[in-house]
């Protein structure tokens, strides 16, 4: 290696673009959802109204699975008795086919509930 380096190009800084900064205020529209006049107020009734359609979407299914754990057990009395490798079969039960289900529930409504906030979001910055 010389140190003269007159074969080597010129060293450059990359740097990635400035963001704009939070601090600059709201985004666009959120003061339309914020005001007290009947437009605002019909924003925040159909967010409220989408969100709440995306909650009984999963909060049905989610009651359905969680009743028939009890039911099978009524339906069936020697569940509690049975083993499977050793494990009690209701227990089987709960960590196979009922907490997997309500955990895939859960992402599923994160994933639904942040959609109606995106377009809810859209639909501001569209205005």
Excluded: C, K, N
């Amino acid at each position: 290696m010389s140190e003269g380096g007159g074969d080597r190009p010129a060293r450059q800084v990359v740097r990635a673009p400035e963001r704009p900064s939070a601090a600059r205020g709201p985004a666009p529209g959120t003061g339309d959802v914020l005001r007290q006049d009947e437009y605002g107020r019909v924003l925040l009734g159909s967010l409220m109204r989408a969100q709440l359609g995306v909650t009984a979407s999963i909060l049905g299914p989610a009651v359905v699975l969680l009743a028939l754990y009890p039911l099978l057990a009524v339906l069936v009395p020697g569940l509690a008795r049975d083993e499977v490798l050793g494990v009690p079969l209701t227990l089987v039960v709960l960590g196979g086919g009922i907490y997997p289900p309500l955990v895939l529930l859960g992402f599923w409504y994160v994933r639904r509930a942040e959609h109606v906030e995106q377009r809810f979001s859209e639909l501001l910055q569209d205005r």
